[in-house]
C-alpha cells in the first residue's frame, strides 16, 4: 500500500519535472522506479512493522529528503533546462502529496487488516497504562487478546518447556512486556523465544514521569547511556517560537475573519448573549492572563459551576464535565471542532500563550496544583498541544501530566510543528470533544 502510495507521488514528481523542462510527458514515468528505489533506501518502507506505533508525520523529514533527490535525480535524466525558482516553488507540494497519500494508505490499511493480536506479560500500574493507550490509540492497531502474570512466564522460562511456550505464544503477533520488576536475563530469554517463534516484542520502561528515558542516547563501547536534558531552551528556539506564533496567529486572524462572523451570528441567534467567554488562566510562571473563547455555555456558567463541581472535593486539580448542562446548542458544535478555541490566537499574538504548549488552566484549579506539578509553568501555554493531540478530555490528570511533562523538557520547533500537523486529525476524531 505504502508503495502504491510512493507510486503516484513519484509520478506526479516526474510530471513536474517533465512540465518544467518542457519533455514530452511519458519522461515522468522514469520518476516512478527512481521513486520507489529511493524510498527504499532511506527507510520509508523498514518502520511500520519494527515500531509498536508509527505515523505518518514522523516519516516528515525522510519524506521531504525522499522527494528532494527524487526530484534531482529525475531532472538530471529528463531532456530540458529547469529552473530552480519554481521547481523550489513545487517541492512543497510534492511533499505534502506524499505525506498525504501515505496516511491514507496507512488508514485503508487499518481498515482491512484486523489488529495485531497482543499478549501483555505483566502487572499492576505498567500492565494498567499499556492497556489504558491501546483503548485510547486507535493507530496503534492492536487488540489485546490477554494479559498473563509475569510468574507464568517465569516457570515457561526455568526449564525445558518450549511446548508451553509455544502454545502461550499461539496466535499472538506481538508480546508486550510491562513488568517494573523484569531483569535484563528474563528479558533476553523472552527474546529468544519471541525471536525463535517470530513473535514481535515490546518491552515497557519502567521509568516515567521526569525519570523517564531521554530521546537523546549516546553510547560507549557497549554502554548505552541515557542523556537527559537539564539545561534552558535555546534562545534561538525561544526566538523562533515566538516569531512562529506572531506570523500564524496574525495570519490566522485575517483569514478566519469571514468564518468568526458566522460563528458570532450563530451564538448571537442561539440566545443572544456576549460572543466572547473571558477566564483568569495560569500562564507562564503562574502568571495569570485574561484568556478568550467564542462563548460555549449559557451566561450564567460561572455561577452555576459550584452547584456542578466541589473545587475542594476534587481528588486531583482538574475536572471535565462529560454532558456539561451549561453548554448551548451552539456551544455544543463549536466545542466537537474546537471551534471555540479559535479567539485564543489573540492571546498567542499578544505573547500571553504560543500555538502549541500545556493547556492553559484556571487560575482557582492551579492554585492547588502540587509542587511535582508546577513544570507546566516553565512554558507558555498553548492553544494546541500533546493533550489535545493524544486524547483531550478523555485523559485523565496523570495522563495529562505525563505528555506534557515530555513535551516541557524537550521544547523544539521541529516538535511544534508536528503537534501542529497532529492537530487537525485529532480534531476530526473527536475524542475527549465535550
Not at 518502520?47 to 525522499?66: C, K, M, P, S
Not at 512543497?92 to 493480536?117: D, Q, S
Amino acid at each position: 500500500m505504502l508503495a502504491s502510495a510512493d507510486v503516484v507521488s513519484s509520478l506526479a514528481v516526474g510530471v513536474l519535472v517533465a512540465g518544467l523542462a518542457g519533455a514530452p510527458w511519458a519522461w515522468a514515468l522514469t520518476a516512478v522506479p527512481l521513486g520507489l528505489v529511493g524510498a527504499k533506501l532511506v527507510g520509508l518502507y523498514d518502520t511500520d512493522h519494527r515500531a509498536i506505533r508509527h505515523l505518518t508525520i514522523d516519516e516528515f523529514g525522510t519524506v521531504a529528503t525522499w522527494c528532494a533527490l527524487l526530484f534531482l535525480t529525475t531532472s538530471l535524466i529528463v531532456p530540458g533546462e529547469i529552473s530552480l525558482g519554481p521547481a523550489g516553488a513545487l517541492m512543497p507540494f510534492a511533499v505534502g502529496l506524499a505525506l498525504g497519500l501515505r496516511a491514507l494508505a496507512r488508514l485503508a490499511w487499518r481498515l482491512v487488516t484486523p489488529p495485531e493480536r497482543v499478549l501483555m506479560v505483566g502487572r499492576g500500574a505498567p500492565a494498567a497504562l499499556v492497556a489504558r493507550k491501546i483503548e485510547l490509540f486507535a493507530d496503534v492497531h492492536m487488540k489485546l487478546e490477554r494479559v498473563e502474570d509475569p510468574g507464568v512466564h517465569l516457570e515457561y522460562q526455568s526449564g525445558h518447556e518450549e511446548a508451553a511456550m509455544k502454545e502461550a505464544l499461539a496466535g499472538i503477533e506481538r508480546v508486550v512486556l510491562a513488568w517494573s520488576d523484569a531483569d535484563p536475563r528474563f528479558i533476553e530469554r523472552l527474546l529468544a523465544h519471541c525471536r525463535r517463534l517470530e513473535v514481535k516484542l515490546s518491552v515497557i520502561s519502567p521509568f516515567r514521569g521526569r525519570a523517564r528515558p531521554a530521546p537523546r542516547v549516546s553510547q560507549i563501547a557497549d554502554l548505552p547511556i541515557l542523556e537527559y536534558s537539564t539545561w534552558d531552551v535555546p534562545r534561538s528556539t525561544t526566538i523562533l517560537k515566538r516569531t512562529l506564533d506572531l506570523i500564524v496567529s496574525v495570519s490566522a486572524l485575517i483569514v478566519l475573519m469571514p468564518l468568526f462572523l458566522l460563528i458570532a451570528l450563530a451564538i448571537k441567534l442561539d440566545d443572544r448573549g456576549p460572543l466572547f467567554f473571558r477566564q483568569l488562566r495560569a500562564g507562564k510562571d503562574g502568571e495569570p492572563f485574561t484568556m478568550f473563547k467564542f462563548r460555549s455555555m449559557c451566561v450564567t456558567a460561572e455561577q452555576e459551576l459550584p452547584g456542578l463541581v466541589d473545587l475542594d472535593g476534587l481528588e486531583s486539580p482538574m475536572f471535565k464535565l462529560e454532558k456539561d448542562p451549561r453548554v448551548t446548542r451552539v456551544g455544543r458544535f463549536l466545542r466537537r471542532f474546537s471551534l471555540d478555541e479559535l479567539p485564543q490566537l489573540v492571546n498567542v499574538a499578544r505573547g500571553e500563550m504560543s500555538l502549541v504548549g500545556p493547556r492553559p488552566e484556571q487560575v482557582t484549579v492551579a492554585s492547588r496544583y502540587r509542587p511535582e506539578h508546577l513544570f507546566r509553568f516553565e512554558v507558555k501555554p498553548g492553544v494546541t498541544g500533546p493533550m489535545q493531540v493524544f486524547g483531550r478530555g478523555e485523559l485523565s490528570f496523570e495522563e495529562r501530566l505525563a505528555v506534557e511533562i515530555d513535551y516541557v523538557e524537550n521544547v523544539a520547533i521541529s516538535r511544534d510543528l508536528r503537534l501542529l500537523a497532529q492537530t487537525m486529525p485529532a480534531v476530526l476524531r473527536g475524542t475527549g470533544a465535550f
